[in-house]
């Protein structure tokens, strides 16, 4: 059952070089009655931000054009728009580099469905998530 939420029709951006986990995601995002933008690396992700302004940003840690200067540059052109970062299990430093960059919520991997969701929709009501 998805978690309950007034935020539907909200824009997601969903980014991940990897097919199959970025369809697994985008299917996780509209469960939840969001709307889904996708992008496959780090430059994608900023023109599709550019061209339809997501609510959030969900991004993996290790992506083509990614990491922490790709994030940086996210929050520096979109400073309200919180990021939800996947990143593999055991990057302690990750984590803390993320939090310095702007990550509104650090998630490990492999993450259950009902704390990515419960993550989105803390993301969309404001609320401050910066770990698991």
Known sequence: MPVQHNHQGKLV??????????????????????????????????????????????????LPGGGFEYVRTIRALYPSCPIILLAALG???????????????FLTKPVSLGDLQRAIIGSLDGESEPSD
């Open 13 to 62: 951006l969903v980014v991940q070089d990897d097919a199959d986990l970025r369809s697994l995601l985008c299917d996780i995002v509209r469960e939840l009655e969001l709307q889904v933008a996708e992008a496959t690396d780090g430059d994608g992700a900023i023109q599709r931000m550019m061209d339809s302004e997501p609510h959030v940003v969900l991004t993996d840690h290790r």
């Open 91 to 105: 990057d302690h430093h990750a984590q803390a580099e993320a939090l310095e960059c702007g990550v509104k919520t």
